[in-house]
């Protein structure tokens, strides 16, 4: 196994490797926008339930 | 049987039935991927006529049929959702749309740095390659419709009546090869008679299928699963969950 030579991808290197760049570049990309989404999902929630006892503290103050 | 179907359905449930089979799929698609891309790149004979740019067939075919089997699932799941109110449905649908497109998106880059050795060049409009561009943009107008829409029930009704009605172009995007006389190759493995490829080159092949198909299982299940956290977070069981955090 010659190491150059796989590499080489008998002159079609650029074709070939670039291929397998973006195949690796989706499967990550499809691994990390969940962890971002959940992220985002969980923060946006819990600024809801903080707005929601701001106001029930504001209305407790004034009734 | 039933009673399971009912309780997966309800997003509380599903939300943490799905975590072992999230790992499961993730295990088994790092495995026979891993494998199919050894046998692909190392093991697999060189192509007579096209050397070793053919290689990149491993990761094109499955892409591409991938790309046609997460939009039937999209598809088929915003239906049950339009027609029988199944909540988790829509999750699912919402959740396959940005997977389905990153194959589409692969399918045609993967497709285009094949052609330009083989054919001279990176695009062409043949209809095997149009009609899959076509199912890309269906799908970016699926998530389109998602994200532009308020009201959750209607963003569902719309986006998913124009995956239903975007349905006819699979057929097409199969038999293109068929109907018109296309630069891409016609059908060598989805045929009644024998593949026409070489043993050793479609093991790899099928493995990569396999492993595409377990991969995106898990990917929807994750995403269906921050679909419930979001679509359900003004119901006590996020809030609690959330609490918990």
Do not use: C
């Not at chain 2, 039935?17 to 891309?37: D, H, N, Q, R």
């Not at chain 2, 569902?156 to 995956?163: E, F, N, Q």
Request: charged content about 15%.
């Amino acid at each position: 196994m010659n190491w150059s030579e796989f590499f080489n991808m008998g002159g079609y290197a650029f074709y070939v490797w670039t291929s397998y760049g973006l195949f690796i570049l989706v499967i990550v990309a499809n691994i990390i926008s969940p962890m971002m989404q959940r992220k985002k999902v969980i923060s946006h929630i819990k600024r809801t339930i903080r707005r929601e006892n701001i106001g029930q503290a504001k209305r407790r103050h004034q009734s | 049987m039933w009673h399971w179907i009912q309780r997966f359905s309800s997003p509380k449930h599903f939300y943490t039935m799905s975590v072992p089979l999230i790992k499961w799929f993730t295990v088994g698609a790092l495995l026979i991927g891993l494998y199919g891309l050894y046998l692909g790149l190392f093991v697999a004979p060189t192509d007579y006529q096209q050397g070793e740019s053919y290689r990149i067939i491993f990761i094109h075919v499955p892409a591409a049929w991938m790309s046609l089997f997460v939009y039937m699932v999209m598809a088929a799941s915003a239906g049950i959702g339009i027609i029988w109110q199944i909540r988790l449905a829509d999750m699912v649908a919402a959740a396959s749309a940005p997977i389905g497109a990153s194959f589409a998106f692969l399918a045609l880059v993967t497709g285009s740095l094949w052609g330009k050795p083989m054919w001279g060049a990176y695009w062409v409009w043949d209809a095997r390659l149009t009609s899959e561009l076509i199912l890309l943009f269906l799908y970016l107008g699926y998530m389109a419709l998602q994200s532009a829409i308020e009201d959750q029930r209607s963003a569902d009704k719309a986006s998913g009546l124009l995956a239903i009605v975007g349905v006819v172009n699979i057929p097409i995007i199969h038999y293109s090869v068929e109907w018109w006389n296309t630069l891409h190759q016609g059908a060598t493995v989805t045929k009644f008679d024998k593949p026409s490829i070489h043993v050793d080159m479609l093991i790899p092949l099928l493995l990569m299928a396999v492993a595409f198909k377990l991969f995106y299982a898990a990917i929807v299940l994750i995403r269906a699963r921050n679909e419930a956290l979001y679509r359900d977070r003004n119901r006590r069981w996020v809030r609690e969950l959330i609490e918990q955090l």
